[in-house]
Nanobody
Framework: QVQLVESGGGLVQAGGSLRLSCVAS????????VGWFRQAPGKEREFVAV????????YYADAVKGRFTISRDNAKNTVYLQMNSLKPEDTAVYYC?????????????????WGQGTQVTVSS
């Protein structure tokens, strides 16, 4: 079992930045790919970014490419999502998820473990 806890959300003006953290406990974290997803009201949960467990490979959704950066610190069992140049359309609940299967999973169905989410609100 892996337990995930997100933090770092909040209210920010358009153009601002936030850094989300996802702290894991339980089984060895460094063998899991970790992804970030987001869900806005009335919309489906969508993929944001993922980092692999090996070689730190990353992949981003087109909507956030160049603005968001995902990174991990296995010694701290933590994955970060640095979000810059935030836009009102980035407003959503952000979730981190972990899985030991695919190297760079991008679908909700590929993930086994999920956090409870953290709210990000970007005002215009």
């Amino acid at each position: 079992q892996v337990q995930l806890v997100e933090s770092g959300g909040g209210l920010v003006q358009a153009g601002g930045s936030l850094r989300l953290s996802c702290v894991a406990s339980g089984r060895t974290f460094n063998s899991y790919a970790v992804g970030w997803f987001r869900q806005a009201p009335g919309k489906e949960r969508e993929f944001v970014a993922v980092i692999s467990w090996i070689a730190g490979r990353t992949y981003y959704a087109d909507a956030v490419k160049g603005r968001f950066t995902i990174s991990r610190d296995n010694a701290k069992n933590t994955v970060y999502l640095q979000m810059n140049s935030l836009k009102p359309e980035d407003t959503a609940v952000y979730y981190c998820a972990a899985d030991a299967g695919a190297i760079l999973p991008k679908r909700v169905s590929e993930y086994t473990y999920w956090g409870q989410g953290t709210q990000v609100t970007v005002s215009s």
